[in-house]
C-alpha cells in the first residue's frame, strides 16, 4: 500500500512563507515525476509545480519566482517552499507523485491534502 502524505499548512498572512513537505512510504520500486497541485474554493485543481528524478522542474506562471520545489529520492519526499503569499494562494494543496509499486506498475498517487490560507 503506498501512501503520500502531507505536511506544513497553516494561516499565514501576505508575504510570508510556508514549507510543504510530502513523503511516500509503502512498497515502492521507484517514483518518477513529483508534484504539487492546488484547489481553491469554487475552482478547479491547478498544477502548482512538478519536479522529474532528474530535478528537471516546472511551475505554474502565477508562483514563477515564488515558488520553489525539491526532492530527496532517497527519503522519498518532496517540498515546496512558498514565499510572498498572496490571498490567492489560499487553496487546499495536493502532493502527487508516479509511483511504480510492487506491481511494477507505475501509477498516479496524491495525498489527502493540506491547507494553506493567506490572510491578515
Known amino acids: 500500500q503506498v501512501q503520500l502524505v502531507e505536511s506544513g499548512g497553516g494561516l499565514v498572512q501576505p508575504g510570508g512563507s510556508l514549507r510543504l513537505s510530502c513523503a511516500a512510504s509503502?512498497?515502492?520500486?521507484?517514483?518518477?515525476?513529483m508534484g504539487w497541485y492546488r484547489r481553491a474554493p469554487g475552482k478547479q485543481r491547478e498544477l502548482v509545480a512538478t519536479?522529474?528524478?532528474?530535478?528537471?522542474?516546472n511551475f505554474a506562471d502565477s508562483v514563477k519566482g515564488r515558488f520553489t520545489i525539491s526532492r530527496d529520492n532517497a527519503k522519498n519526499t518532496v517540498n515546496l517552499q512558498t514565499n510572498s503569499l498572496k490571498p490567492e494562494d489560499t487553496a487546499v494543496y495536493y502532493c502527487?507523485?508516479?509511483?511504480?509499486?510492487?506491481?511494477?506498475?507505475?501509477?498516479?498517487?496524491w495525498g489527502q491534502g493540506t491547507q494553506v490560507t493567506v490572510s491578515s
Open positions: 502527487n507523485a508516479y509511483i511504480l509499486g510492487s506491481d511494477y506498475v507505475y501509477r498516479d498517487y
Open positions: 509503502g512498497r515502492i520500486y521507484s517514483i518518477g515525476r
Open positions: 519536479i522529474s528524478r532528474d530535478e528537471d522542474t
